[in-house]
């Protein structure tokens, strides 16, 4: 298999390699076929996501074993994509408590944050405050 390397800008080539853990405690997961979905299974193969910066706190999250970008569209609907759309760059936000929060801004009155719910649903929220909406990004070598 061939890549080739079209319109990437030099921080694309430096993905930073993470597992992005909810406060709940579930990591968001991807599979192959699409699906989103948060798990408890830190060693699930499919939990393991390249975070590119496309600009001044935006980045791509695009899962590795999946080979998928995930982002929010403008309906606030969670959505996977082998291309790299608009939907898929989202803002990356560090808050006080050092707690990453990921979203997609669609006007100054329209942010939806992406969140996992207890129960591991993956889905978007406009609840900035929440714990479902806040990651640790976990450093894998």
């Known amino acids: 298999m061939v890549l080739r390397l079209t319109e990437i800008s030099g921080a694309d080539l430096l993905?930073?390699?993470r597992k992005l853990?909810?406060?709940n405690g579930h990591f968001l997961e991807v599979r192959p076929d699409g699906s989103v979905r948060g798990t408890k299974n830190n060693d699930s193969i499919y939990t393991v996501f390249h975070l590119n910066?496309?600009?001044?706190?935006k980045i791509t999250l695009?899962?590795?074993?999946?080979?998928?970008?995930?982002?929010i569209d403008d309906r606030g609907n969670i959505v996977t994509?082998?291309?790299?759309?608009?939907a898929c760059e989202l803002r990356e936000k560090l808050d006080t408590e050092f707690f990453t929060s990921l979203s997609k801004e669609f006007s100054p009155r329209r942010l939806h944050c992406l969140a996992i719910s207890v129960?591991?649903?993956?889905?978007s929220s406009i609840l900035t405050s929440s714990q479902n909406v806040q990651f640790i990004t976990k450093r894998l070598h």
């Open 81 to 86: 994509s082998a291309l790299k759309i608009p």
């Open 62 to 71: 695009w899962a590795a074993e999946a080979r998928l970008y995930v982002g």
């Open 21 to 23: 853990q909810c406060r």
């Open 119 to 123: 129960q591991g649903k993956v889905r």
């Open 53 to 57: 910066s496309v600009g001044p706190n």
């Open 15 to 17: 993905p930073r390699k």
